[in-house]
């Protein structure tokens, strides 16, 4: 049981580059989270997905889309990435409906020169 | 939408003094406040929750209390040691239970 994980763990990428960052879990869990951590901000929520198939837009939504294909998984996208996009992205997951607890990815740091 | 405000942004206490850290939300629909701790370069781990129905939760050396007429809950951490210093969030939820918001987080120093 490996939780959630995050792929990848370190990205350096060009301004108007494009990449997508990859949240897996494997406890059956149907909802799903995409945060960024900027210092003295705390986490910010970007998008999330209540079940396979459907997203929705956070706080901070511009600049990033998702998709949920399948219920373990959820991929955050960035198509032309920009300075301001420079953070540590967190993925989380929560059971579902009755249960409030969200558990976290380890991160993924993202520096867009 | 929902606001989180934490406070302080930063806290530091001697080894076995108690420490406080103190949120405040603004959606009254909210029913759910947990609190999470993160050591540097680490996953956001909870260490503590409360639903609305409750008024205060104990595990060990912390604790939670909760008002729901001022809007306010805290974290009370006692006996506090070294492996406490990390940065604690607080958080509520919003937007019919689906999500969380954060607080912007309070850097807790023990020094030994």
């Known amino acids: 049981n490996a939780g959630v994980t995050q792929t990848p763990k370190f990205r350096v990428l060009k301004t108007g580059q494009s990449m997508t960052l990859l949240c897996a879990q494997d406890?059956?869990?149907?909802?799903m989270y995409w945060y960024r951590q900027d210092p003295g901000m705390g986490l910010r929520l970007i998008h999330y997905?209540?079940?396979?198939?459907?997203?929705a837009k956070g706080e901070v939504p511009d600049g990033y889309n998702v998709s949920r294909l399948k219920k373990q998984n959820f991929l955050l996208g960035l198509e032309s990435a920009a300075p301001s996009q420079t953070s540590v992205y967190f993925c989380?997951?929560?059971?579902?409906?009755?249960?409030?607890?969200?558990?976290f990815g380890p991160g993924t740091r993202l520096t867009v020169t | 939408g929902e606001n989180v405000e934490q406070h302080p942004s930063t806290l530091s206490v001697q080894e076995g003094d108690s420490a406080v850290i103190k949120c405040t939300y603004s959606?009254?629909?909210?029913?759910?406040f947990p609190w999470y701790k993160q050591e540097l370069g680490k996953r956001p781990q909870l260490i503590i929750d409360?639903?609305?129905?409750?008024g205060e939760k104990k595990d060990q050396r912390i604790a939670v209390t909760l008002n729901k007429t001022a809007k306010h809950f805290s974290l009370h951490i006692t006996e506090t040691q070294p492996e406490d210093s990390a940065v604690y969030f607080c958080?509520?939820?919003?937007?019919?239970?689906?999500?969380?918001?954060f607080g912007k987080g309070t850097m807790l120093l023990v020094s030994p």
């Open positions: 958080a509520a939820t919003f937007s019919g239970y689906s999500t969380l918001t």
């Open positions: 989380a997951s929560r059971y579902g409906t009755g249960t409030y607890e969200q558990y």
């Open positions: 997905s209540v079940g396979e198939g459907t997203t």
């Open positions: 959606d009254s629909a909210s029913n759910y």
């Open positions: 406890m059956n869990h149907e909802y």
């Open positions: 409360i639903r609305s129905n409750v």
